[in-house]
Structure formats: C-alpha cells, structure tokens
C-alpha cells in the first residue's frame, strides 16, 4: 500500500527508493507527514525540517523532498548505532535518493547538547517541521523536546516517533509531562503503526492550530480516518491508520 503526499518528488521517492534506505518509519507515515509539510506550505507556514536520529536517512529524505526553496533539512545523529560507518551510509543514501541541491545539512552530535543557534547554524527562522526518533530514554526525550519546542516556528508540528510501542512503555510519560508542562500545545494527530517496527506517531502543534491540521489532514485522508478518533482527557486528537477497523462486538 502506497499513500500519496502529493508532492512529486516525496511521492517518487516513497514508490522507488524509500524502502531501499535501511531505516523503522512507515511508507505510511512518511506520507501524512510530507502531506502536513505540503499543506503548511499552501498556506503560507515556512521554516526549516529537522530530524533527531536520521539514522541512513529513510525518513530525512522523504522530508527534505517537500521543503521550498530557501528551507534547510537539518540531520542531527551521533551516528555510531550500529557502527561508525553509519554516517558514510546516511551520506550515500542521501546522494542517491535526496533533493540535487545544498538544501541538507548534516550534525554529528549528542542532541541533549544543542542549542536553537547551534541546530539552525545560522539558517533564519524557525522550524517548521521537527521529527523527533532520536534515543529512547526519558533523558533524551525531555530534552530532545525542549529542543524543539525551543526551535519551532509557531505554525510548526513536532512529530514523536515510536510512540505506544512495546518495546518502549513509558515513553508515553515523558510526553505527557512534557504536555503537562506546556499546555499551550497538544497532540492533534496520531499515526498509527503498521506493524510492531513501524510503530506509532504522535504529531503535536500549539492549541490554536490543532484544528487547522486536523481538519486538513482529514480531508486529505479520509479513507484512512479511525472514527473514534484518540482521547487526550480535554480534546480529542484525529487519527489515521492503515486499516481503520474497529472491533466487531
């Protein structure tokens, strides 16, 4: 199955390429993400694409793809899981695969120690799209979202992966402090897992724009709408799945 972001060249990539690049990410999820970075751009919300744990680059790609001219695709890595050639892998895959021109850029560093300034290295603005999938401990989650959050244009998302997966219960708690301590955000979509890798996805935007996106994405999806939608206590957040069934009873 092949869900369309109907950007040409995410939706290229993601037919020819996407699953040749070693990596978790979903075709599926790639896509309603590149989607949120076209619908963005349609109306107007620029900035920057940053990803914490690029890894070999399969999901980098596909979202540098549906960046405008003048926008910056950020990796940051400490690129050495599996081993210290990694890197020479995610800069290959990137040359084979990615857009032709300077628009990527490359950190090799521990993202608990980065800045705005020093993830943006001068690129103006903010971001506007920040996955975050980088190591999975509360540590590095909390700060990781400090990051972000610090780094976000206002109209920006932050995408969390492996979001309700098995092999990580509790990283659920530390989004939710995160929440808890930022109540002027909330979670507005969630994406649901293919399988038991290609885990979940929550997508998180200020409070004043949630509706926007999901409403947009909505449409955009509307075969792929789960009709109960996710419980958040005080909201409710869409959600898009790949075969949105529910229970027969």
């Not at 972001?5 to 075709?27: F, H, P, Q, T």
């Not at 980098?60 to 910056?72: C, D, Q």
Request: net charge negative; proline share 4%.
């Amino acid at each position: 199955m092949i869900v369309h972001s109907e950007i040409k060249d995410v939706d290229r990539y993601l037919a020819n390429g996407y699953l040749d690049v070693l990596g978790m990410s979903s075709r599926f999820a790639a896509a309603i993400a590149a989607a949120t970075m076209r619908i963005q751009s349609e109306e107007g919300i620029s900035g920057h694409f940053a990803e914490i744990g690029t890894f070999e680059g399969r999901f980098f790609i596909a979202l540098a793809h549906a960046l405008r001219p003048g926008e910056r695709a950020i990796g940051v890595d400490h690129f050495e899981w599996p081993d210290a050639g990694v890197i020479d892998r995610f800069k290959r895959n990137l040359s084979h695969y990615g857009p032709k021109d300077d628009r990527s850029s490359v950190l090799k560093a521990d993202s608990r120690k980065l800045t705005r300034e020093t993830l943006l290295g001068g690129a103006g603005g903010g971001v506007r799209f920040f996955h975050i999938d980088g190591e999975h401990t509360a540590d590095h989650l909390s700060k990781d979202l400090a990051l972000a959050h610090g780094s976000l244009d206002p109209k920006g998302v932050i995408c969390l992966d492996d979001m309700l997966h098995p092999g990580y219960p509790t990283l659920g708690l530390t989004v939710d402090e995160y929440l808890r301590s930022h109540p002027e955000m909330r979670v507005f979509c969630v994406i649901d897992r293919e399988d038991i890798v290609a885990a979940s996805k929550f997508m998180i935007c200020r409070a004043e724009m949630a509706d926007f996106y999901k409403e947009a994405l909505g449409r955009a999806f509307q075969p792929f709408v789960w009709p109960l939608g996710a419980d958040f206590r005080s909201y409710s957040a869409l959600v898009l799945a790949p075969e949105p069934k529910l229970a027969k009873i």
